[in-house]
């Protein structure tokens, strides 16, 4: 295996998951859904690899990146850290404990300490619950007392996400996308959590405010020394919001790596055709970059294709390996390891390719042209950002 180096410069070997200061370690976590059959009897017959074998670690203030296709597991990835689903095998340690096989009960304590922030701000908010008593919900589920009241408390939230706090009385339908997402961050960040996982918190939101909301969380991050998981299909929000990025496909990481050297110098083949997709604000360079196409259905993670489960759809598979080359690739998995510092690809035939990288940052969100989407999204057959 490679060496990598520990971002203090410190020369101990770093695995993804071996960083002994994270605030979060990941170790070969997997989640499968079961898929059962029958009626009076039920016996399963099959499962769902929604994730297979993730492995990472956070430091504390730190804000990794989850990016990649529709189905690739980012968002269960991350309701799978905060516990609001069970893993199937894997570790997961939090702030030194290990938090896999914990029963709910025992997460009630934890809480406090990890929060999330859903996608839709439509249908994650009570609809019959004022939002004085959605944001104050933490403080009452966990006893806790606060100087001047829950209801201050719950109106000096409100007034630190730009709401109004004189708004407390008011109903969710009273409020805009962007508004109700504010109320979701309020109630994640109120009782100062350590860790917030944030699930696509701006896709579902108007591009004219997905920046407001980005800068809010960076705002806050700093203020309250938050540590983000950051799920996003949007590259340039990412790499805005971004200290670190891990690239997934078909519930596998495929690549990790610092925000800049994954931009810059990206090395694994599907790591290339997400970044030759994102366009470049300059034509002349935009007109001398390769689109890499990705050609194909994305597989079932009911059954993933054998050995790299990128081999079906890989380029480099296709028109560059010889034929002993591919039988490696059909037949051994490839580790997540380090290829460079600090970089880790799980591909046997890594490299880098600086010239389809996406260059300087366009600014948060370019629409759909900025967009990971699934093929049936990109209507093309190729992996569209």
């Known amino acids: ?10 020369d101990a070997p770093l695995t993804p998951a071996d960083d002994t200061d994270a605030l979060l370690r990941v170790n070969n976590l997997t989640k499968y859904f079961p898929i059962k059959q029958g009626i009076l009897i039920q016996r399963q017959i099959g499962a769902v690899k929604a994730v ?21 597991g980012k968002s ?22 290990d938090i896999a096989k914990l ?9 406090t300490d990890i929060q999330m922030i859903f996608q839709d701000p439509y249908s994650s908010l009570n609809p019959r619950h004022t939002i004085g008593t959605i944001v104050g919900a933490p403080f009452r589920i966990q006893k806790t007392k606060t100087d001047k009241g829950v209801k201050a408390e719950v109106q000096s939230l409100m007034e630190r996400v730009g709401l109004n706090p004189e708004h407390y009385n008011r109903y969710p339908h009273e409020f805009s996308g962007g508004q ?24 579902a939101l108007d591009v004219s405010i997905q920046a407001q909301v980005v800068n809010l969380l960076e705002d806050l991050q700093s203020e309250f020394g938050l540590t983000y998981i950051f799920v996003a299909h949007d590259l340039s929000v990412v790499r805005h919001i971004a200290d670190r990025v891990a690239v997934m496909y078909l519930g596998k990481v495929m690549e990790l790596a610092p925000r800049d050297t994954l931009y810059s110098t990206p090395m694994h083949p599907y790591t290339h055709s997400l970044m030759s997709a994102v366009p470049v604000p300059d034509p002349k360079k935009e007109g001398r970059r390769e689109r890499i196409l990705l050609i194909g259905d994305l597989p079932s993670p009911i059954n993933p294709p054998p050995g790299c489960v990128f081999h079906t759809r890989c380029p ?3 028109a560059v390996l010889s034929e002993t080359d591919r039988e490696r690739c059909r037949s051994e998995v490839p580790v997540l390891e380090a290829k460079a510092p600090s970089q880790f690809v799980a591909c046997h035939f890594p490299e880098v390719r600086a010239d389809i990288a996406s260059g300087e940052d366009a600014g948060i969100s370019g629409g759909e042209s900025g967009t990971v989407g699934s093929e049936s999204e990109a209507g093309t057959g190729a992996t569209a950002l």
Do not use: N, W
Request: charged share 25%.
């Open 76 to 97: 269960t990835t991350g309701r799978v850290v905060t516990k609001l689903l069970d893993p199937t095998a894997g570790e997961i340690y939090f702030d030194g404990q």
């Open 180 to 203: 109700r997402q504010r109320i979701g961050i309020a109630r994640a960040i109120a009782l100062r959590p350590k860790l917030i996982v944030c699930d696509e918190p701006v896709s």
């Open 103 to 111: 029963k709910r009960h025992q997460m009630r304590s934890l809480r």
């Open 316 to 318: 480099k598979y296709r």
């Open 1 to 10: 295996m490679s060496t990598a180096f520990r971002p203090d410069g410190a």
């Open 52 to 72: 297979d074998g993730v492995s990472f670690a956070v430091r504390a203030g730190e804000t990794l990146g989850l990016v990649g296709e529709s189905g690739c």
